[in-house]
């Protein structure tokens, strides 16, 4: 099938081509490097142009958009195996790191927890990021669009379904992507969800953990892909008074004195209770939001905001180490591969 912007010609804006298969349309960036921001904007306006004929043609929807690339597919059904082949049919560029282009999901609940050094690493190894953040709205999209899942933080409970009823469609969003094998990194409520997405109960602990603590290696970590490069035990920043029981069919890789679940894994998906992504500057903004600041004043005191920094700053090379290494692991072992 072919399809040509008629008199509107894709050079003359940036360097693209159109090409078409069965299922799939796509518009591509085909200049030296990376797209420029103009030339980014030029492909936009380029495709809102193709649009129109791919869905005469097609019935079209936008199925997949990355920095140098827009997909249109056929129908909603057009899952990621489809695009998959349709991108290795027409040789697609590879990434950064020398791999397919690879594209993620983050699932944020809150805008203030982010994935920090965990997304500096994406977007040094060229792996594209779709953000949505349900506490504000947004939708699910279909995870077969995606090679891999990273879920964080947030200040609700994995089971606060009463106050946030979006919390049930995630479960089941997890449960279903982790079912059928795609990787997922869980932080903090992110490996929270994982666990009563697979039946675990959820429970809040007597003694929070905010700060740094001390965790430690598991035998089951000796074996493992990611974590058995690290060292028996090591401190890690926390902020969590939930936890959780370990769900069945998932190792236990890690725990602490007070929470015996730091980490849990099963194939491709981790959930990690701690924080080693949080630079100094974010943990700084937790400090300042007031239920944040009240949450850690009334465990740790007045002025707890202050000391739990100076905690921070004085082991912050060695949370930024760990964090870099593991999902890198993560990424090299499940996601690039």
């Not at 944020?108 to 982010?114: A, G, I, K, L, T």
């Not at 891999?148 to 106050?163: L, T």
């Not at 469609?169 to 992507?177: C, M, N, P, V, Y």
Request: charged share 25%.
């Amino acid at each position: 099938m072919s399809l040509s912007p008629g008199s509107f010609s894709p050079t003359r804006m940036c360097p693209t081509e159109i090409s078409a298969s069965k299922h799939c349309a796509m518009l591509r960036y085909r200049g030296p490097g990376a797209p420029s921001v103009r030339s980014r904007c030029q492909m936009i306006v380029l495709f809102m142009v193709v649009k129109k004929q791919v869905q005469s043609r097609m019935g079209g929807i936008l199925c997949a958009e990355h920095h140098s690339y827009i997909i249109v597919c056929r129908s909603r059904h057009c899952n990621h195996e489809m695009r998959e082949a349709y991108m290795s049919k027409h040789n697609f560029d590879a990434g950064v790191d020398g791999k397919p282009g690879r594209r993620v999901l983050v699932i944020q609940h809150v805008e203030c927890e982010p994935p920090a050094v965990f997304e500096d690493v994406l977007v040094e190894r060229g792996i594209g990021i779709d953000r949505i953040e349900l506490d504000r709205g947004d939708e699910l999209p279909d995870w077969r669009l995606y090679d891999a899942v990273i879920a964080m933080g947030g200040p609700m409970g994995a089971v606060d379904d009463d106050e946030f009823p979006w919390l049930a469609g995630e479960r089941k969003f997890i449960e279903d992507s982790v079912s059928a094998g795609m990787p997922y990194w869980g932080v903090c409520l992110g490996a929270q969800l994982l666990s009563a997405s697979f039946g675990a109960e959820i429970y809040t602990g007597e003694t929070p953990e905010v700060g740094m603590n001390e965790v430690s290696l598991t035998a089951a970590a000796e074996s493992d892909p990611v974590f058995s490069r690290l060292p028996a035990s090591f401190p890690v920043f926390q902020w969590h008074s939930d936890s959780f029981v370990l769900p069945e069919g998932f190792a236990r890789l890690c725990e602490s004195k007070l929470y015996e679940n730091q980490v849990i894994s099963r194939g491709a998906a981790y959930g990690i209770q701690f924080h080693v992504e949080v630079t100094e500057s974010l943990a700084a903004e937790w400090g300042d939001i007031p239920e944040y600041k009240e949450a850690l004043e009334s465990i740790h005191g007045e002025g707890a905001s202050e000391r739990v920094l100076e905690e921070l700053r004085l082991n912050i090379d060695g949370n930024m180490k760990i964090a870099r290494n593991i999902f890198s692991a993560w990424l090299d072992a499940f996601v690039v591969r």
